[in-house]
């Protein structure tokens, strides 16, 4: 069986801000492909990258400040502890901010610059259920109440 390659023949280069770098500490610049974005990444696995990508709040006419805002507050007080996407849950902006919230194959990423963010999710690939079984036919049912009082 052959090896699978990268979709990129480049390896993947992640990269701190510059020590001239004076902008928000949380904005991350990712190149897909031949592409640049400006976003502020939710998390990451070893398969993708999960974001909000701030050069898509002007068509999908959301509120660039107001994102900024809540990351910088999320920034400095929450980080270590949870994803960004919950605290846009915690203040009811799931459904606005999903407008602007992209998924990045790791494979077809090359650089990256500034924060990586990876939180363990321990996400359920598969629920193995059980077929319900009927009722037998010569099985009696009693339906019996009985009182708790």
Known sequence: MAKRTRGNPIPLIVENHPEEYDGYPFITLIQYRKDHFLTIIDNSTPKQIKSYVLDLCGPSR?????????????????????????????????????????????EYVTRIIGPLPKFEMQEVQSVKRRKRKGIPKGMKINNKVTSLL
């Open 62 to 106: 959301v509120n660039e400040e107001l994102v900024i805002e809540i990351a910088s507050d999320w920034w400095n007080k929450h980080r270590e502890y949870y994803p960004l996407s919950f605290e846009f849950s915690k203040k009811g902006l799931t459904r606005q901010m999903s407008s602007i919230y992209r998924s990045f194959n790791i």
